[in-house]
């Protein structure tokens, strides 16, 4: 599959512990970009990275969220000490040179639900 | 600021009408990129359409249309002859030289029934 790869596709964690989750882009992709979507809402941006560099995390809450892109291996982002708000789709794109009119190519997105 | 406004929450059409779902869009840039994505009850994100701000012509795509309109900022999109297999959330979403996000309307949720 040369798509985007998300993993995983559910994750449930009690709250206080921490999620990871995972974003390989598609090949040939260095840009990922990464949007929550609450339930029956659009996706909201997040934070947008290339190669071992954060280029905007504008739309990521300050505390207990984090993500990188390293040199080899996948992109995560990380939440800590999760609480009941953070349950949400989690939605990685990715696009070839992350210019402003390429379609930004999504993940299958990671279900998170906390307890 | 950029905004994307999808006003149609919801729509039930029955199989084979036409359906039209709406998309209006604010940015400051002059030029800009609109998109509609669908969101299956599977969940995934696909992409339909990308339009740049400089072309205005109406594209077709089998059952699909889209309706560019610079004069309206609006960008809506028409299924003709629905199917069931329609069914789905349809995203508009905008993206600008001002930033390095898409900028996503809330969705409308269709739902074609048999």
């Known amino acids: 599959n040369a798509g985007v790869m998300q993993n995983p596709r559910h994750l449930v964690r009690r709250r206080g512990q921490e999620a990871r989750l995972r974003c390989s882009p598609m090949?040939?992709?260095?840009?990922v970009y990464w949007y929550r979507q609450l339930p029956e809402e659009g996706l909201k941006f997040m934070v947008y990275l290339q190669k071992e560099n954060i280029i905007d995390e504008s739309g990521m809450p300050k505390e207990r969220f984090s993500a990188e892109f390293p040199k080899e291996g996948p992109s995560i982002l990380r939440i800590q000490q999760v609480v009941r708000g953070d349950s949400a789709a989690y939605f990685c794109?990715?696009?070839?040179?992350?210019?402003?009119?390429?379609?930004?190519?999504f993940g299958d997105g990671t279900r998170l639900s906390i307890l | 600021a950029q905004k994307v406004t999808q006003a149609q929450t919801e729509i039930s059409v029955v199989e084979k009408e036409d359906v039209t779902l709406d998309c209006v869009y604010e940015?400051?840039?002059?030029?800009?990129?609109l998109f509609w994505y669908k969101q299956p009850p599977s969940g995934e994100l696909v992409f339909l359409i990308r339009?740049?701000?400089?072309?205005?012509q109406n594209e077709i795509s089998g059952r699909y249309s889209w309706n560019f309109q610079k004069s309206t900022s609006s960008f809506n999109f028409t299924i003709t002859a629905s199917q069931v297999v329609d069914s789905a959330v349809y995203f508009c979403?905008?993206?600008?030289?001002?930033?390095?996000?898409?900028?996503f309307g809330t969705g409308t949720s269709l739902t074609v029934i048999p």
């Open positions: 339009r740049n701000s400089f072309d205005e």
């Open positions: 940015t400051r840039d002059t030029t800009y990129y």
């Open positions: 794109a990715s696009s070839p040179t992350g210019e402003e009119d390429q379609p930004q190519h």
């Open positions: 979403a905008l993206s600008d030289r001002t930033g390095n996000q898409f900028y």
């Open positions: 090949k040939g992709h260095s840009h």
